[in-house]
């Protein structure tokens, strides 16, 4: 089996593993989270924007086409070799994160479930898909899916700082949760799916010798970091 394919059984058993952990407690664990201290409740209402797609998006758009008119009207060689490096970072970026926003977004329509705030009338397992309405796109998550592709990309890039960006994508999931947007399922799915999206795009730009190479394993690493040994 190959990585890529590896990589992906892997997430999509994780993913099916924790969803069929977490679906009988959301009701509880939603319910739950919500009465948390007021401090604790505004503290994530405060954060839990950060996890948006939009701003993701527009940002690395932004840069790419930056680097890629700088690359193109320098003369110097150093400023050109350095704008194409920015120029592959911010595109990078920005597929993993357009990849993943395009399949959260198709997964909610085609899922439907009611969001938490529907508890009343729907219950936590009402699906109804093709709706396209905002209530009935609850998993999975899209904050949560951006996080996970947002983290998971500089959790590719710089591998020794991947738990601390692992956990600042979790903090933005659970927020999804405190601030009753989301039930938990729908937060693993999410961060798993951008999580994914961000390792896939990796294995795309190795392939094409962009920010990362494949390391002895065949994994995508960094190009920044220290080359595999030769073969004897």
């Not at 939603?30 to 948390?36: G, K, N, R, V």
């Not at 962009?210 to 065949?218: E, K, M, S, V, Y």
């Amino acid at each position: 089996m190959n990585q890529p394919l590896a990589s992906t059984a892997w997430i999509v058993l994780t993913t099916i593993v924790l969803v069929l952990a977490l679906v009988p407690f959301d009701p509880q664990l939603s319910e739950w989270a919500q009465t948390l201290p007021d401090e604790i409740v505004g503290f994530n209402r405060t954060i839990t924007d950060f996890g948006t797609f939009a701003w993701m998006i527009y940002t690395s758009a932004t840069l790419l086409l930056i680097a890629f008119v700088v690359r193109r009207a320098s003369q110097r060689d150093t400023i050109r070799q350095r704008a194409r490096a920015a120029r592959n970072l911010s595109a990078y970026f920005l597929l993993t994160i357009g990849t993943a926003s395009v399949l959260v977004h198709g997964l909610k329509f085609l899922i439907g479930r009611a969001r938490p705030e529907l508890f009343a009338d729907y219950g936590a397992y009402s699906l109804t898909p093709f709706t396209g309405d905002r209530l009935f796109e609850s998993f999975p998550s899209g904050h949560s899916t951006a996080a996970g592709a947002f983290f998971g990309a500089f959790a590719m890039l710089t591998p020794e700082l991947r738990p601390l960006f692992l956990i600042l994508a979790l903090l933005i999931g659970l927020s999804r949760v405190i601030v009753g947007a989301h039930y938990p399922s729908d937060v693993a799915a999410g961060l798993l799916l951008g999580l994914w999206v961000s390792i896939m795009v990796a294995f795309l730009f190795a392939r094409r010798d962009w920010l990362f190479r494949f390391d002895a394993d065949g994994w995508p690493a960094p190009k920044t970091a220290t080359p595999p040994p030769e073969p004897k």
